[in-house]
C-alpha cells in the first residue's frame, strides 16, 4: 500500500511568488490534514479535510493559504503570495473515517518551503 | 491554551543506556495521545498510542508510554536504547471530542542522539 505522498520535496521561491503544494492521502483515507514545521519550532497544524470538506481550518495563519480537495481525493496548499515566515517544512497526513474518530495519522515526508 | 510540553530538547546517551522522555499537556478533557519519531531522512511514524483502558502502553521497537491522568503526563520510555534509535521524538495530543477532533497538537520534539 502506498503511503502519503507529497510534490514537490523542496521548493525555492522569492518572495511574493506563488506555490502550490500537493498532497495524495492513502488512498481511501477520508481525513487529510495540513501542518507546517517552522525551523526550530514545533509542529503546527493548519487545517482539516473531512472528504472535500473543511473539517477545521483554525491553523491557517492567514488568507494568503489556501486550501482545496476537489473531489475528496489529493489535497493542494498554496502560498500566495509568500512571505519569509512562510519558509518550513509542510507536512500532509491522512486517516481513515471509521466508527470511532480517533485514529493514528500517517504522515508524508514534507515539504521544505524556502521563501527568499 | 492547551499546549503540549516535551522536557528536554537534546539528549545524547550511550548505547544500552535507559531512555525516558517527559512529555506533559494541558487539556482537562478527554485526550488521546501519540508519541511520533522521525529518523534521519524518513518521515514522521508512529510509535505508540493511547485512547483509553491499560494506561502502560507498548510500541514498536521496544518503546512503552505510560498515562497519568492526575499528572497530565504521558512519558515515553525504552530499557536499552541503540544506536538505531537516534531520531527526533514528537509528543501529540488530540482532544477527542471537540470540533477539533482531528487536529494534533504537537510538542517541540526531542533529539535523541545515541552514540555507540
Known amino acids: 500500500e502506498a503511503g502519503v505522498t507529497q510534490f514537490p520535496s523542496h521548493s525555492v521561491i522569492e518572495k511574493g511568488q506563488t506555490v502550490t503544494l500537493r498532497c495524495d492521502p492513502i488512498?481511501?483515507?477520508?481525513?487529510l490534514y495540513w501542518y507546517r514545521r517552522v525551523m526550530g519550532k514545533e509542529i503546527k497544524f493548519l487545517l482539516h479535510?473531512?472528504?472535500?470538506?473543511?473539517?477545521?481550518e483554525s491553523g491557517m495563519p492567514n488568507n494568503r493559504f489556501l486550501a482545496e480537495r476537489t473531489g475528496g481525493t489529493y489535497s493542494t496548499l498554496k502560498v500566495q503570495p509568500a512571505e519569509l515566515e512562510d519558509s518550513g517544512v509542510y507536512f500532509c497526513?491522512?486517516?481513515?473515517?471509521?466508527?470511532?474518530?480517533?485514529?493514528?495519522?500517517?504522515f508524508g515526508p514534507g515539504t521544505r518551503l524556502t521563501v527568499t | 491554551a492547551q499546549s503540549v510540553s516535551q522536557h528536554n530538547h537534546h539528549v545524547i546517551l550511550s548505547e544500552a543506556a535507559s531512555l525516558e522522555l517527559g512529555c506533559n499537556y494541558s487539556?482537562?478533557?478527554?485526550?488521546?495521545l501519540f508519541w511520533y519519531v522521525q529518523y534521519p531522512g524518513q518521515h514522521l511514524q508512529l510509535l505508540l498510542k493511547?485512547?483509553?483502558?491499560?494506561?502502560l502502553v507498548k510500541g514498536i521497537k521496544g518503546f512503552e508510554a505510560e498515562f497519568i491522568k492526575s499528572k497530565f503526563s504521558f512519558n515515553l520510555r525504552k530499557p536499552s536504547v541503540q544506536w538505531s534509535d537516534t531520531a527526533e521524538y514528537f509528543c501529540?495530543?488530540?482532544?477527542?471530542?471537540?470540533?477539533?477532533?482531528?487536529?494534533?497538537?504537537f510538542g517541540a520534539g526531542t533529539q535523541v542522539v545515541v552514540t555507540p
Open positions: 497526513a491522512s486517516s481513515p473515517l471509521g466508527q470511532g474518530r480517533s485514529y493514528e495519522q500517517y
Open positions: 488512498s481511501g483515507h477520508d481525513n
Open positions: 479535510f473531512v472528504k472535500e470538506s473543511k473539517q477545521d
Open positions: 487539556y482537562g478533557g478527554t485526550v488521546n
Open positions: 493511547y485512547f483509553s483502558g491499560d494506561p
Open positions: 501529540a495530543v488530540n482532544e477527542g471530542t471537540t470540533d477539533s477532533w482531528g487536529k494534533l497538537q
